[in-house]
């Protein structure tokens, strides 16, 4: 194994328009689009719409061609990623400074948005709004990527400004070479029936093919299509969005509940998959009350079930968690396509993993100090310490002392600091593999 | 980790003393016990007989269930009573496994002196699973001359029946708000800390008979190294940032779910507050609404009653808060 794993779907991104391999005549119209629209910029007589959006499925080479159109042609990207927060401001304020003056160095510029649509409307409520009004006076073109922007409402003013070009899947033939490619480059060996099966599986998503190539590439033999098999079907989360669907709008709970066996997720996943989008889809408060109890009663037998191991609950379990939500449905408007989130409980649990590991480590130190189980401890001490220990230096000491607790993992239990060893760059850096992985 | 090591190391008589008030002043023989009379006097009857039989504490958190166990093995083993008994948490070795080795193990061999058998304090014992609890009533049996347990829990209910009737059963009633004064008073003088009337009856009133709730309260408003008054309680007391909180009710109540998901969301993962205190502050918040008719009140309180019961009882807090936001929506709507 290498050092540094480098990730291969970035180190093969096209460097070059011409690098593109696209099959599909769709594809190549798209390309030629998108040249022509950038082409009328670097002439310096903008066009009327002043902003591209690329769409299509991940994966079918949208950021990688406004990379190598830039690349080639010297310009400058600025990057707003819908993750940083408060979007709208910093787009304002990017299209403000851009449109002031060119770089130092004279090149122009692009403003590119990645997964426009793949935003939290409510962190960036202000985004959509800001970007209609940016637009039209926008100086530099503004180059926006989605996966299906019919997907927010809130998109569809902005839908009108844009030069809409559309992607598609790429053809198996264009992934296969570029998988060949790879492969040659990389010494990986692998059957040429593997590469197709890895194509099929992965629906045509390049940079997913391309990871799960990187992975296999780490067996260190020669690949099969069977390797590929046993990888097992990464689920998609469009197949998650269209499943919940059905269940919310089952008819009756009957339905809802026969849909269990072809969940793709294991239930307690789907539990929290159906929990975060309720109020999505019943939109009445009288609907969502009755979907909102039918769940804490679901969650309540969860936990039952598992504490006690009593495993034949879970037929009760499922039929109010996927039953409820269904028979919830009355007063809600049947709204025509609603955006499905993935669950924030989970990811935010998994954001804070290493914080909650580190203070568990801690509460079983005081186990046997404070006669308390770690529970109890990080919810009935916990809070009253860390004012204690914030204020008095003595009590400080002592609880260090008899926790064997360093100064710096003090700080991080009273609170003073998040950081529990790493130190914060290295958090960043992890955070945008996740991006970078929830995107594949 | 080695536990059976840590403990020994922790709290081996090191000299250290832990300025945290609960441990400090956790009463080390039975008659410092707060309140308890009738259980202190069957407790000290097995002091003085050297016989035991096994036991099961039942009452609310906070009533001097673990420190009378704790009294009653020094009290019967002299000062290095530690070596006599094993401590565990069901909360946290909840499983058949623990019963199985750990108990076993420890419960297998004789206890050299003048007491035959050794002791085996099971905290939080309803937290045990039933196949656990089937194991456990075995194993009881089978180790009745070498060793006694104690086992703790707040809902007696939650014991399987014949573990209950192989123990003698004591009751911990939550303390009365006297009592609970004196103690906090006399820790205060201890500590020498200015206290006004109207903080220690704040105190006494928000411990709702815990004692060591009221202990924590006590240190954490006197850390500030000024008189404690009622508002410093008050504002210690309120650890949930009540601003959020009530923006969150506001929230529910204008039908804005999502939003007020997101500030309950808030509170638990980035300030870290403990689900059932949000759950009690809302119940305080809840009776001031100038927006809700009493009805309206009568129907979120029952709700409050029935999470708060499911909290304790294990369900996922975040799920059933956000049912609490639910029920708010709903009730103004209709």
């Given at each position: 194994m290498p050092v540094r794993a480098e990730v291969w779907a970035e180190k093969y991104r096209?460097?070059?328009?011409?690098?593109l391999i696209y099959y599909r005549k769709k594809n190549q119209e798209a390309l030629q689009k998108f040249v022509s629209w950038m082409k009328q910029w670097l002439a310096g007589t903008p066009p009327t719409k002043r902003a591209a959006l690329l769409y299509g499925p991940p994966g079918t080479g949208k950021t990688s061609l406004v990379h190598a159109f830039a690349r080639e042609h010297g310009l400058v990207i600025f990057e707003v990623n819908a993750s940083d927060q408060r979007s709208g401001e910093r787009i304002m304020r990017v299209v403000e400074e851009s449109s002031a003056s060119r770089t130092l160095t004279g090149a122009g510029r692009v403003l590119l948005i990645d997964e426009v649509d793949g935003i939290s409307p409510r962190e960036d409520r202000g985004l959509y709004g800001a970007l209609v009004k940016a637009i039209p006076k926008s100086r530099v073109p503004i180059v926006m990527t989605a996966?299906?922007?019919?997907?927010?409402?809130?998109m569809r003013p902005l839908l009108q400004l844009c030069e809409l070009i559309k992607f598609e899947r790429r053809s198996e033939r264009a992934l296969i070479r570029i998988l060949e490619e790879i492969a040659r480059k990389e010494k990986v060996s692998i059957d040429k029936n593997a590469l197709k099966a890895l194509i099929k599986k992965e629906e045509g998503d390049l940079r997913s093919a391309i990871n799960d190539l990187q992975a296999l590439a780490a067996l260190g033999r020669h690949i099969t299509a069977e390797d590929i098999e046993r990888m097992g079907q990464r689920v998609r989360e469009y197949e998650i969005f269209e499943y919940l669907r059905r269940i919310f709008y089952a008819k009756s709970i009957k339905k809802a509940r026969a849909l269990i066996s072809s969940s793709p997720v294991d239930p307690d996943m789907l539990f929290e998959w159906i929990y975060e989008n309720i109020p999505q889809v019943l939109t009445d408060p009288r609907d969502l009350v009755r979907a909102m109890w039918a769940l804490s009663e679901a969650d309540i037998l969860r936990a039952e079930m598992k504490q006690r191991q009593y495993w034949t609950l879970l037929k009760y379990v499922i039929d109010l968690m996927m039953g409820g939500v269904a028979a919830a449905f009355r007063y809600s408007k049947p709204p025509g396509f609603v955006p499905m989130h993935f669950p924030e409980r989970i990811r935010i649990l998994a954001k804070t993993k290493r914080e909650r590991e580190k203070l568990r480590e801690i509460a079983l130190r005081a186990k046997p100090v404070f006669h308390v189980s770690t529970r109890r401890f990080l919810t009935r001490y916990l809070p009253y310490l860390r004012v204690i220990c914030s204020n008095d230096p003595k009590a400080r000491n002592s609880l260090a002392q008899a926790l064997q607790l360093t100064d710096k993992e003090m700080d991080f239990l009273i609170g003073k600091t998040r950081e529990v060893e790493e130190k914060r760059p290295a958090k960043r850096v992890r955070r945008r593999a996740r991006r970078r992985g929830s995107r594949a | 980790m080695n536990k059976g090591k840590l403990f020994g190391e922790l709290c081996g008589d090191s000299g250290l003393s832990l300025e945290v008030w609960v441990e400090k002043y956790r009463p080390k023989v039975l008659d410092e016990i707060v309140d308890q009379e009738d259980n202190v006097a069957r407790l000290k009857y097995f002091v003085k007989t050297k016989s035991m039989p096994h036991c099961l504490f039942t009452g609310p958190p906070g009533t001097g269930k673990t420190t009378a166990a704790l009294c009653l093995a020094r009290e019967l083993y002299g000062e290095d009573y530690r070596r006599a008994i094993l401590e565990l948490n069901a909360s946290d070795e909840r499983g058949i496994d623990v019963i199985r080795t750990r108990i076993k193990e420890f419960a297998r061999t004789y206890l050299v002196g003048e007491i035959p058998y050794r002791m085996i304090i099971m905290d939080e014992a309803d937290n045990l699973t039933s196949d656990a609890q089937q194991a456990l009533r075995r194993t009881m049996e089978m180790f009745t001359r070498t060793c006694r347990f104690i086992l703790i829990c707040n809902y007696l209910g939650r014991i399987i029946e014949p573990i209950q009737s192989r123990c003698a059963i004591f009751r911990f009633g939550p303390l009365p708000p006297e009592k609970i004064k004196q103690r906090i008073e006399w820790i205060a003088k201890q500590e020498r800390v200015k206290t006004t009337k109207n903080a220690i009856i704040e105190i006494v009133q928000i411990s709702g008979g815990d004692l060591r709730q009221a202990i924590n309260l006590l240190q954490a408003a006197a850390s500030f190294g000024k008189e404690v008054t009622r508002d410093v309680v008050l504002r210690i007391a309120g650890l949930v940032p009540r601003e959020d909180l009530k923006q969150a009710l506001q929230l529910a109540m204008q039908g804005d779910f999502i939003e007020a998901r997101r500030t309950i969301r808030r509170l638990l993962y980035q300030y870290g507050v403990s689900p059932t205190d949000v759950i009690r502050q809302i119940h305080s918040v809840i009776l001031d609404m100038g927006e809700l008719d009493d009805q309206q009140k009568l129907e979120i309180i029952r709700t409050i009653g029935e999470i708060d019961y499911r909290l304790v009882m294990g369900a996922n807090d975040e799920v059933q808060l956000s049912y609490l936001l639910a029920v708010l929506a709903a009730v103004k709507q209709s």
């Open positions: 096209p460097k070059r328009v011409s690098d996966n299906d922007p019919w997907s927010r409402s809130g | -």
